[in-house]
């Protein structure tokens, strides 16, 4: 299970990742759009991380929290 997931999850972030590269050069869209996109990427790609781990993944979008709590439990 962890695998296949941390998999499709890795897979959006690469989604994410596109979009705000693509989204980057353009004047009409906002900053906070680019950033959601970057912000995104980063999440999927660290709940990634820790499905490999075999940790539990918090359904939240604190990044801090996320890391350092599962940091300090290994």
């Known amino acids: 299970m962890g695998e296949n997931e941390s ?3 890795l ?3 690469r989604e994410d990742e596109h979009a705000a ?3 980057l050069g353009l004047q009409d869209i906002a900053d906070s759009i680019i950033g959601f996109h ?3 990427a980063v999440e999927k790609s660290l709940k990634a ?3 490999t781990r ?3 993944v918090p359904r939240t979008h604190d990044l801090e929290g996320t890391w350092s709590s599962r940091v ?3």
């Open 38 to 40: 970057c912000q995104q």
């Open 7 to 9: 998999e499709v999850l």
């Open 72 to 74: 300090r439990s290994t």
């Open 54 to 56: 075999e940790l539990q």
């Open 21 to 23: 590269r693509s989204m």
């Open 11 to 13: 897979e959006r972030a």
């Open 49 to 51: 991380v820790l499905l």
